[in-house]
């Protein structure tokens, strides 16, 4: 039973990150549509600055260059999403519709002290671990019964009748025999093979022991790492916030001085795609905190329905 938690867990695990990742891709693909049209926007402009003499044909080519670059990179964020449609239909069991926006996150401990705490006590795996223990226990005081004699009693009452006579009437040649039996058996040799099995019993629940403290370890382990994950999409999302405040000041700068002639069209061109990355890093990173805040909970064990 336990271990049947611990899969579902696993599953609806997957099924937030497949959700998540669906919607990810979505914003994404967005975002690349959109850096298609301001490079587009901005390939017009170079070419009719061109044909006034503001500019050179190797301006122009640039901005063909980074216009083929967008399309490329909207063409593999197409491809990342169907793959991202893929795996939710392998997770949920059919292909996304139209997905609401992200319900709120459910809450988790305030400390990863606390959390290790839960994971320790409550975690599936730990509780699997420790049946496994008692199983353990039990074989061991089996495998000692081996050494111990067997007893086997019956008991028997036979009643019969000679000649014949009315139903309820007895006869006097009526009998009733009454037995008790009592066997005892005693193994005195058995080429050591109940201490083998005794031995073997022992070694095993050691081996049940041991791995319980592993586990214990292990889960302890898992909650650090999915904490440390949270902690640093928490850190990633802040950045990216200032990241994207910079960039889009710098891109809106570089293309009012461009117009003035100040910039090149090879200046403007890197100032978007350095606001589009800042705005793609920003997306995976408010990603990994949602699904970052679920991994927390599966590694603690309360991933349940």
């Known amino acids: 039973r336990a271990a049947l938690v611990s899969v579902d867990q696993q599953v609806l695990l997957s099924a937030v990150s497949a959700y998540v990742g669906v919607r990810l891709q979505q914003d994404i693909v967005a975002l690349r549509e959109a850096n298609v049209r301001v490079i587009t926007q901005e390939q017009r402009a170079a070419r009719d600055r061109f044909e006034v003499g503001e500019v050179t044909q190797t301006d122009v080519s640039l901005a063909e260059a980074a216009l083929a670059a967008s399309k490329a990179n909207l063409a593999a964020a197409q491809g990342a999403l169907m793959v991202a449609r893929e795996r939710f239909k392998a997770t949920v069991g059919h292909y996304p519709g139209k997905l609401a926006a992200l319900p709120k996150t459910p809450s988790i401990p305030k400390t990863l002290e606390e959390a290790k705490s839960v994971a320790e006590r409550s975690h599936p795996v730990v509780t699997q671990a420790q049946h496994q223990v008692k199983a353990a226990d039990l074989n061991v005081k089996i495998a ?74 292990q889960v ?29 000041k710098a891109f ?16 403007v061109l890197n100032a978007e795609q350095d606001l589009l990355s800042a705005r793609a890093s920003r997306l995976e990173a408010e990603a990994n905190r949602y699904v970052g805040i679920y991994q927390v909970l599966s590694s603690m064990g309360l991933l349940t329905a």
Not at 252 to 267: P, Q, Y
């Open 252 to 267: 809106d700068g570089v293309r009012e001085e461009a117009k003035l002639g100040a910039r090149t069209t090879l200046d």
């Open 144 to 217: 000692a019964t081996s050494f111990e004699p067997t007893f086997s009693g019956n008991v028997g009452v036979t009643h019969s009748f000679e000649g014949q006579r009315r139903i309820g009437i007895p006869s006097d040649t009526d009998t009733t025999d009454y037995g008790l039996g009592l066997q005892m058996s005693q193994t005195f040799y058995a080429g050591g093979k109940n201490a083998a099995t005794y031995r073997k019993a022992l070694a095993g629940k050691e081996q049940a022991q041991a791995g319980l403290l592993q586990t214990v370890v």
């Open 220 to 248: 302890s382990e898992g909650v650090g790492q999915a904490w440390a994950q949270l902690a640093v999409a928490h850190a990633s999302i802040e950045a990216g916030r200032q990241q994207v405040q910079a960039s889009q």
